[in-house]
């Protein structure tokens, strides 16, 4: 298995300002992923992260306002860019160490922008 | 477009009981399909995974099942404890060439009564 922690596990941000959150896991992964996920909702797709390359976006998010690296194959940060409230949520990361392999998950950081 | 629908959306039974939940895909040339629970304010936690060249996976008291053709795979949960109580989403790989990604399903609350 893998583990993954997440850096802030929580923040309170002001509107106009950027977060940056950053995932970490105990070993390799081949392809990492960010989510986003509302109160009481699923989760939707956001990005997948890809080491040297530039992550694929999803319909409807951008790289402007959620930029995202990836250094190596243990590391990822995505940044949530010119917060507004409807930026509020819980982002979580996810990695999986062989290609179509089981999803592993970091535990979410909750952003509250006021 | 991949759509993961999950039935009920919400669950509550007594303790022991024997419960089934739904998932359903609209399109079935899908890599594989990850059962997971969620509890609340967590990431989540992968339960099974089942390839899509296999029809079951099992692990203590979870079963999943997987019919492509039809577009389902259920999770059956034996003997149901208080600690079983959580959310429990399916995710579904979509088959492509290069980079691949996960669409999760609409999720189910289950809350089980001692």
């Known amino acids: 298995s893998a583990v993954i922690s997440q850096k802030p596990s929580r923040d309170i941000c002001q509107r106009g300002t950027s977060l940056t959150i950053q995932c970490q896991v105990d070993?390799?992964?081949?392809?990492m992923f960010w989510y986003r996920q509302q109160p009481g909702q699923s989760l939707t797709l956001i990005a997948t992260a890809n080491q040297g390359s530039e992550a694929t976006y999803e319909s409807g998010f951008v790289i402007d306002k959620f930029p995202i690296s990836r250094p190596n194959l243990t590391f990822s940060t995505l940044t949530v860019s010119n917060m507004s409230p409807e930026d509020s949520s819980i982002y979580l990361c996810s990695g999986d160490r062989v290609r179509g392999d089981t999803q592993y998950f970091g535990p979410g950081t909750r952003l509250t922008v006021l | 477009k991949q759509e993961v629908t999950q039935i009920p959306a919400a669950l509550s039974v007594p303790e022991g009981e024997n419960l089934v939940l739904n998932c359903s895909f609209t399109?079935?040339?899908?890599?594989?399909l990850q059962w997971f629970r969620q509890d609340p304010g967590k990431g989540l936690t992968s339960l099974l995974l089942i390839q899509s060249s296999q029809r079951e996976q099992t692990s203590g008291r979870l079963n999943a099942s997987l019919d492509k053709s039809s577009g389902r795979s259920t999770l059956y949960i034996a003997a149901s404890q208080p600690g079983d109580s959580a959310t429990y989403l399916c995710?579904?790989?979509?088959?492509?060439?290069?980079?691949?990604?996960?669409?999760f399903g609409t999720g189910t609350r289950l809350k089980v009564l001692a």
């Open positions: 070993s390799q992964v081949t392809m």
């Open positions: 995710a579904v790989r979509r088959v492509t060439s290069g980079t691949y990604k996960y669409i």
């Open positions: 399109d079935s040339a899908i890599y594989n």
